[in-house]
């Protein structure tokens, strides 16, 4: 499975933006997809993760009220649309991808494709 992310960009505080991550390969749409995201000299964190169905999501409680994560399986695309942007959400961002819904869908370790990385820069 390839992932393909976009839509990161330079926006102030309190701005929306959307992210995209198109998948191609091997069904990528049958993955459960998260996104996770690395400031400069941290670790890279989770984000939001989403079942194959749609049905269920998880969020960081850092995000929690301001991202929602989506899916169009047709379309083999996973989003972020991220809203009321602080600038400590500033960071590369990443989406992933891995078999199973299970208590480790927060952990990185625990996906196997990664997607290359979009960057996102909230100005004060």
């Known amino acids: 499975v390839q992932l393909q992310a976009s839509g990161g960009g330079l926006v102030q505080a309190g701005d929306s933006l959307r992210l995209s991550c198109a998948g191609s390969g091997r069904s990528p749409s049958t993955y459960v997809m998260g996104w996770f995201r690395q400031a400069p000299g941290k670790e890279r964190e989770f984000v939001a993760a989403i079942s194959v169905s749609g049905t269920n999501t998880d969020y960081a409680d850092s995000v929690k009220g301001r991202f929602t994560i989506s899916r169009d399986n047709a379309k083999n695309t996973v989003y972020l649309q991220m809203d009321t942007l602080k600038p400590d959400d500033s960071a590369l961002y990443y989406c992933?991808?891995?078999?199973?819904?299970?208590?480790?869908?927060?952990?990185?370790?625990?996906?196997?494709?990664w997607g290359q990385g979009t960057l996102v820069t909230v100005s004060s």
């Open positions: 992933a991808a891995r078999s199973y819904w299970t208590d480790t869908r927060n952990q990185p370790s625990r996906y196997v494709y």
